[in-house]
C-alpha cells in the first residue's frame, strides 16, 4: 500500500541523487581520506565542508562532522562544561539528545537551571534571563522545536547570555531550523545539525564551534576533523549530507509547506476541542495539535491503515511514552494523550495534505462518536 509521508521532523527520505552520489563514494571512491593518496576525496570533503558552512553562515573551519545530532550534542554537554561548580542553564523544551547528557551533568552534581517554557512552546526568554548569573558556563536553547515548530530568537537571548553571564557559552540544536526556518545561526557559539532531517542520510552530523570558542575534543585517535573528533570520516555521509542540503534548497517550495500546514490546521480548527500547539512564528515544516478526548496512537493506527503515516510528538518521547515538553507549555495529560505532530517534508503535495486533512477530521470524527 502506497503510503504518504507526514512524520518529516522524525527523519526524511533521501534524495534520489544524493542517494546516487553516496552510492558511488561508497563503492568506487571508497578510500580512506587520511590516506596519502586520497587527494580527490579529501578534496571532496572539503568541498561539503566548504558548502554546508556557507548554508550555516560559518566559516569552513568551524564546522566538525560528527556521526549524528546526538553525538553533537553529547560533544557539547561533555566537552563544554569545564568548571563543575558553575550553574548550567538549558530551556525545557530541548530535544531528549540534550536533556539527557544535561540530567547526567545534574548527577555528577553540576548545578542545573532549567528555563520554563511559554504556552506557546517558545523559551520564557524573560525566566532565562533571570536565570543566568556570572556563575553560568553554558546555556543551551534549541532554535526550533521538533515537538511543536515553536522558534526561539536566538539573537536576542544571546544578548542575554553575553550581559549576564559573560564567561557562558551558548549553545543551540539546529537541527530542526536548518533550511527550513529564518533562524540566525550567527548568535550561538555552538549549534548542532543533522543530515537526515533534510534529504540526507542517517548517520551525519555537524557541530559548529566558533572561532575563538574552546572546548575540549571529543574523540582521541586518529587526529581527523582537526584533531577535535576523531574517527575514519563518514565520506558517504558527508558528500550526501552536502548534496541534500542543495537539493533541498532546489526543491522545496517554502510557500508549499505554508499551504500545506494552513489547509490541515483549518481542518482541525473546525473540530471541536483540538488545540493547535503553535505560536506565532512557528516553523511551517511542523504542526503539533492535542485533540482532546481521543487516544492519539489509535488515530494514528487508523491513519496508517488509511495510507497516512503520521507522528506522536518526537520518536524519541514516544519511546517514553512521555510528553515533557507538552507538559512544560501546561498541557494536561489529557491533552497530551490526544497529542500528534504532523511534519511536511520535500516529498509532500497539496493534494495529499487536503487527503490528509479530510481523513483526519473523518477519524477524530469516528473515534469520539466510539467513546
Ligand atoms: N535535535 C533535534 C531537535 C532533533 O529533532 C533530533 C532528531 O530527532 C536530534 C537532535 C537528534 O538527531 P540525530 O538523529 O541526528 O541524532
Not at 18 to 35: C, G, Q, V
Not at 328 to 341: Q, V
Amino acid at each position: 500500500m502506497m503510503r504518504y509521508f507526514f512524520d518529516n521532523a522524525s527523519t526524511t527520505k533521501v534524495f534520489d541523487e544524493t542517494a546516487e552520489l553516496m552510492k558511488k563514494m561508497m563503492t568506487e571512491d571508497f578510500y580512506n581520506p587520511s590516506a596519502l593518496y586520497s587527494h580527490e576525496i579529501q578534496n571532496r570533503i572539503a568541498k561539503a565542508r566548504e558548502f554546508l558552512a556557507t548554508k550555516m553562515g560559518v566559516r569552513a573551519s568551524e564546522l566538525f562532522f560528527t556521526s549524528c545530532a546526538t553525538e553533537s550534542n553529547n560533544w557539547v554537554f561533555n566537552c563544554a562544561v569545564k568548571n563543575k561548580n558553575g550553574n548550567v542553564v538549558v530551556g525545557a523544551g530541548e530535544h531528549a539528545s540534550v536533556y539527557e547528557p544535561v540530567m547526567r551533568l545534574k548527577s555528577k552534581g553540576v548545578e542545573v537551571r532549567m528555563a520554563p517554557l511559554l504556552k506557546d512552546g517558545r523559551v520564557d526568554a524573560e525566566q532565562l534571563k533571570s536565570l543566568c548569573d556570572e556563575n553560568t558556563t553554558l546555556v543551551s536553547v534549541i532554535a526550533c522545536s521538533n515537538e511543536t515548530g515553536a522558534i526561539n530568537d536566538l539573537p536576542s537571548i544571546s544578548e542575554t547570555v553575553r550581559r549576564k553571564s559573560p564567561g557562558a557559552l551558548f549553545h543551540s540544536d539546529c537541527v530542526q531550523a536548518f533550511l527550513k526556518t529564518p533562524s540566525q545561526f550567527d548568535a550561538p557559539d555552538l549549534m548542532s545539525f543533522s543530515a537526515h532531517k533534510i534529504g540526507g542520510p542517517k548517520g551525519c552530523g555537524a557541530l559548529v564551534i566558533k572561532k575563538g570558542v574552546h572546548i575540549n575534543s571529543y574523540m582521541a585517535g586518529g587526529g581527523q576533523e582537526g584533531n577535535m573528533r576523531s574517527g575514519t570520516e563518514n565520506c558517504a555521509g558527508i558528500i550526501g549530507f552536502a548534496s541534500a542540503a542543495e537539493m533541498f534548497d532546489k526543491v522545496v517550495d517554502r510557500a508549499l509547506i505554508k499551504s500545506m500546514k494552513d489547509t490541515v490546521v483549518g481542518s482541525l480548527r473546525t473540530i471541536e476541542n483540538v488545540i493547535i500547539n503553535d505560536s506565532e512564528n512557528s516553523s511551517d515544516f511542523i504542526l503539533s495539535a492535542s485533540i482532546r478526548g481521543i487516544k492519539a496512537e489509535i488515530l494514528q493506527h487508523l491513519l496508517y491503515d488509511k495510507g497516512f503515516v503520521i507522528g506522536l510528538g518526537s520518536a524519541c518521547s514516544a519511546k517514553t511514552g512521555k510528553n515533557r515538553i507538552l507538559k512544560a507549555m501546561g498541557r494536561s495529560d489529557k491533552d497530551i494523550e490526544g497529542s500528534i505532530r504532523i511534519s511536511f517534508g520535500w516529498e509532500n503535495d497539496l493534494r495529499q495534505a487536503s487527503e490528509l486533512a479530510e481523513a483526519l477530521k473523518e477519524t477524530v470524527v469516528y473515534l469520539r462518536g466510539k467513546m
